[in-house]
């Protein structure tokens, strides 16, 4: 889900973590099953749906840091369900 090079990939991953669980019982969110590409932070379903992606961010990573993250995991809620 998240990039390790900087910490606010971390905090935004468990943020999404976070609304997920609290939004759908019984949902099951994995961090990072496999190694994370740089620059990239994605939110995908077990299926492979991809929900958000941001693909190769420069730093300081503007793109993520300027998403609602709230707004964003209401948004892959109302997909999900």
Known sequence: ???KECNCFKTRAAKVQ???TKAIPGVEV???PEKPRKGCFEVRGK???IYLSLLGMPRPFTKLK???MDK???EI???VK
């Open 47 to 49: 299926d492979g749906k």
């Open 77 to 79: 809620v109302a997909k």
């Open 30 to 32: 994995l961090i990072n």
């Open 72 to 74: 964003m995991v209401e």
């Open 1 to 3: 889900m998240h990039s």
């Open 18 to 20: 976070t609304g997920l």
């Open 66 to 68: 300027s998403l609602d």
